[in-house]
């Protein structure tokens, strides 16, 4: 039976109806009332859309929220050859826009995590998202003598979308449990008790993520863009608008990689399930590992075949982009629901400070002293930004071997969690007490 608040009934329901809290919680369905009239058409429209509050509908609306937040986080990655050559910029200045982003995001983080465990996370979710949308509107209007107003903006935006990610999985983490959890992670992640020794593997592990996706994201289509200037099949950017094709198919191979590595990582865990407990550090571990060979590829092929680099960047980001739901899964089942915000806050705060937050500048300073070592040349600007690229490989390796060590202690990790848990929610009568 469904009534609304003044006490009329609403068509169409049976008494077995229950409400559902985006809290997950259920109120029992209420019985028929002789005194109970029709709904007129404005309260059963009313009627309608509380019905769409469903932990289903707040997961999509979350998944869709996470695709904004990370399209906006890499715009300016699509744009680097133009903000470059506005602003007149080095390398290492570049890079330096990404740093500042991801290290006003990883301060913030705690913050909001922490704020996330003790007050309504709604209000705090609503607040960020306002404030990283002005500040994303007025940034576009800066002019390019004021280059430190755009970094500082970047540094702002870093802030707003700190909130969302800090407080949306935790919600769609307390709607949901076990495959379930797992599957609406996956399609959030299309767009992660603190201080368990798998907890401080798995966040090592999506450092060495976050390092590689976030020098990808500003610097490959730049390399990309140097190799066709080198095959002499592109001009160098000296024009007004930089000409560039690459940021474009880049982005558009991401958000595939992206989507096509949830979706196999979500359905690969699950059937590796049913043969170990240690499933989910496993299938990150294997999938690292593999990834890091074809990025490697990438820099060897690059000089001669665009396309051969494109076919290694899509196979190496959907090995690489496995990861993400399995890892914030891991998280889930080793920290309890009381604590998840705090946990994600911290586990993002440490990947941005190991991971993207220096990644990108370091990069671009790596190619910059490499360039003022040599004479400069369309070659040799090449080749000192692939070089420099290469040390992504290598960090994703050992994020393999951190996932790796994450699998010694997931089982045991997760133990402790559901016995705290379930010693929480223990009713005081059921506790024995004896005396010596």
């Known amino acids: 039976m469904c009534v609304e608040s003044d006490g009329c009934e609403i068509e169409g329901c049976s008494s077995s109806d229950e409400v559902r809290t985006l809290s997950g919680s259920m109120s029992p369905g209420l019985k028929s009332n002789p ?7 404005g309260q059963k429209f009313r009627a309608a859309l509380l019905k769409c509050r469903s932990p289903a509908a707040a997961a999509g609306i979350l ?41 006003s995001f990883m301060v913030a983080a705690p913050i909001f995590g922490y704020l996330g465990d003790r007050f309504n996370r709604k209000v705090i979710l609503s607040c960020g998202i306002f404030f990283w949308s002005i500040v994303t509107l007025l940034s ?36 949901f449990t076990s495959n379930t959890r797992t ?12 201080g368990s020794r798998s907890y401080v593997f798995s966040s090592l592990a999506s450092a060495a993520v976050s390092f590689a996706t976030g020098a990808f994201g500003i610097w490959i289509p730049g390399y990309l863009f140097r190799a066709r200037v080198v095959q002499k099949t592109a001009e160098a950017c000296t024009k007004e608008i930089c000409s560039s094709t690459d940021s474009m198919v880049f982005g558009a191979i991401t958000c595939v990689t992206g989507l096509l590595g949830v979706v196999i990582g979500a359905l690969t865990t699950r059937l590796c399930r049913q ?22 590829l990438i820099f ?16 190496g980001e959907t ?14 089942f080793v920290v309890i629901p009381t604590r998840r915000a705090t946990a994600v806050a911290f586990q993002s705060f440490t990947s941005h400070l190991l991971g993207d937050a220096g990644s990108p500048y370091l990069i671009g300073l790596i190619s910059d002293a490499l360039q003022q070592k040599y004479t400069t ?55 024995k007490v004896t005396s010596k």
Request: aromatic letters at 12%; glycine letters at 6%; hydrophobic letters at 50%.
């Open 35 to 41: 005194d109970l009239h029709p709904c007129r058409p």
């Open 377 to 431: 040349s369309a070659l040799w600007r090449f080749l000192s930004l692939g070089y420099a690229l290469m040390l992504c490989p290598f960090i994703i390796v050992l994020g393999g071997m951190f996932f790796l060590a994450t699998a010694l202690y997931f089982l045991d990790d997760k133990d402790k969690a559901e016995a705290q848990c379930n010693q929480a929610t223990q009713p005081p009568s059921s506790v």
């Open 140 to 175: 576009s209007f800066i002019s390019k003598e004021y280059f430190w107003l755009f970094v500082l903006s970047r540094g702002l935006v870093g802030i707003g979308e700190s909130s969302y990610s800090s407080i949306s999985p935790t919600i769609i983490g307390d709607l």
């Open 275 to 296: 043969k170990t407990e240690r499933a989910d550090p496993l299938v990150c571990a294997v999938s690292m590992l593999g990834s890091a060979i074809f990025i490697c």
């Open 63 to 103: 998944s869709f929220g996470n695709v904004l937040n990370y399209m906006d986080r890499y715009t300016v990655a699509g744009v680097v050859l133009d903000i470059q050559r506005n602003y007149d910029v080095s390398d290492s200045r570049i890079g330096l826009l990404q740093t500042v982003f991801i290290c």
């Open 319 to 332: 090995l690489l982009f496995l990861n993400w739901a399995i890892t914030a899964d891991i998280l889930m």
């Open 300 to 315: 060897v092929v690059a000089k001669k075949s665009i396309i051969g680099a494109y076919v290694c960047i899509f196979i």
């Open 183 to 194: 599957m609406m992670l996956s399609v959030f992640y299309l767009a992660i008790p603190l």
